[in-house]
């Protein structure tokens, strides 16, 4: 978390409250209560009313079809939240409001689907999905990632949620995003992790790709290499996030590879640190990108 995360300023109404202690009763602080209520639904309705003009102006200007969901712009607004959030109501709740607020906005402008696989856990795939998307969002259950991709492949705007990790009997399903036309990893989930998340399955988000709104501060690579070994992965810990399944033989594997991008290390060490360790590199195409992982840890 960032170290200077400012505090959110007292609002103007804030010293309209009489001060604590004896003079102020229930009924009061009910009427404030009421009145904040009231205020938050009138700030929903309006910003109803802008999404009703950005959708005029999409429309005018023939923006881009396809989901509304713009992976950059949530993952900035999701970190500034919790950053700098305080007081006793929980900060699962605040992101929960939020996440149900913003997709919910989102599926308004341009109805979508979230499609699942189910293979790595019913329950917290399940979860996952409701907390990052709601309810109103439909929810579309696959077992297996083939299953996702290929739904989401067919769909005009939908997203797909996918492990972000090796499920046991799972398939090298990465490899149907090589091609051109083919959905791209857009996003991993969640935005902001912590150790006590209400839904920290990490998934990663898969959609027809976004010219407005992608964030590449990760780029997902899929990667074929023949003399996969236990020293090949060793020497791609330290530089890079892997999923690794077999391949074509006993000795083949396809990896996804998770590469930070702008730092010390990016493809050609990935590349060189396989080719060092005796493995051979049969293709590499580019699937997605997403934003970095992000942890909050509460302050003291």
């Known amino acids: 978390m960032s170290e200077n995360s400012e505090k959110p300023a007292a609002t103007p109404d804030a010293a309209r409250l009489p001060a604590a202690g004896p003079a102020i009763d ?4 009910r009427a404030e209560i009421d009145r904040i209520d009231a205020s938050m639904h009138a700030l929903l309705i309006e910003r109803g009313h802008i ?37 006793i109501l929980p900060l699962d709740t ?9 997709s919910t906005f989102t599926y308004v402008q341009a109805p979508y689907a979230v499609h ?13 999905s409701r907390f990052h998307f709601g309810f109103t969002v439909p929810f579309v259950a696959h077992m297996g990632a083939a299953g996702v991709v290929a739904a989401v492949a067919a769909s005009k705007g939908d997203l797909g949620l996918v492990p972000a990790f090796a499920a046991p009997g799972g398939s090298a399903w990465w490899t149907a995003l090589e091609g051109k036309s083919a959905p791209k990893i857009i996003a991993r989930l969640p935005f902001v992790e912590r150790a006590d998340h209400p839904a920290g399955l990490p998934v990663f988000c898969i959609a027809h790709p976004v010219t407005d709104g992608a964030v590449t501060e990760v780029e997902t690579w899929s990667l074929h290499v023949a003399g996969w070994s236990a020293q090949a992965a060793r020497a791609l810990a330290p530089l890079a996030e892997v999923i690794a399944v077999p ?4 000795d083949g594997a396809a990896l996804l590879a998770s590469i930070p991008v702008g730092g010390d290390v990016g493809l050609d060490t990935v590349l060189a640190a396989l080719r ?11 699937v997605g990108s997403h934003a970095s992982r992000y942890t909050h840890s509460p302050q003291g």
Do not use: Q
């Open 247 to 250: 391949d074509r033989g006993l």
């Open 94 to 102: 605040v992101e929960g409001i939020w996440r149900v607020i913003i």
């Open 26 to 29: 229930l009924a009061t602080l």
């Open 51 to 87: 999404i009703d003009r950005l959708v005029e102006v999409k429309r005018s200007r023939a923006a881009e079809g396809g989901s509304a969901f713009r992976p950059a712009r949530e993952a900035s607004m999701m970190r500034r939240i919790v950053d700098r959030h305080e007081g």
């Open 116 to 128: 699942a696989d189910l293979a790595a856990g019913e329950a917290a795939m399940r979860d996952t």
């Open 276 to 286: 060092a360790s005796g493995a051979s590199v049969r293709s590499a195409a580019l």
